[in-house]
């Protein structure tokens, strides 16, 4: 069974910074798709950023560039998000999610894309 487990959410006043953690298990962490995504009170859950092992690729919505960072450890079955600077607007629930099938290994920031969801952890950035 795939199970993805976020963590490291909290609060913090802008400008600060977290690291989000996702412990995956239940499938060989050796080529898969990560991607983190949050979700704010009335919003629709918006992709944040990618990583695909198998291309090497990450991706990064153009508002969290240059202040996030994605990348993983696979000794520990974990993928991290450094979040830098952050502003009120990152404030929301973020989720990682995975995809595994061998035809799909490729960095996609469309939700329904993505067959496994961890149970999310919240961000609070204050002003």
């Known amino acids: 069974e795939v199970q993805l487990v976020e963590s490291g959410g909290g609060s913090v006043q802008a400008g600060g910074s977290l690291r989000l953690s996702c412990v995956a298990s239940g499938f060989g962490f050796t080529d898969y798709v990560i991607g983190w995504f949050r979700q704010a009170p009335g919003e629709e859950r918006e992709a944040v950023s990618c990583?695909?092992?198998?291309?090497?690729?990450?991706y990064y919505v153009d508002s969290v560039k240059g202040r996030f960072t994605i990348s993983s450890d696979n000794a520990k079955n974990t993928v991290y998000l450094q979040m830098n600077s952050l502003k009120p607007e990152d404030t929301a629930v973020y989720y990682c999610?995975?995809?595994?099938?061998?035809?799909?290994?490729?960095?996609?920031?469309?939700?329904?894309?993505?067959?496994?969801w961890g149970q999310g952890t919240q961000v609070t950035v204050s002003s």
């Open positions: 999610a995975a995809r595994i099938h061998p035809d799909a290994l490729y960095c996609t920031s469309g939700a329904v894309a993505y067959d496994f």
């Open positions: 990583l695909s092992t198998t291309y090497g690729s990450t």
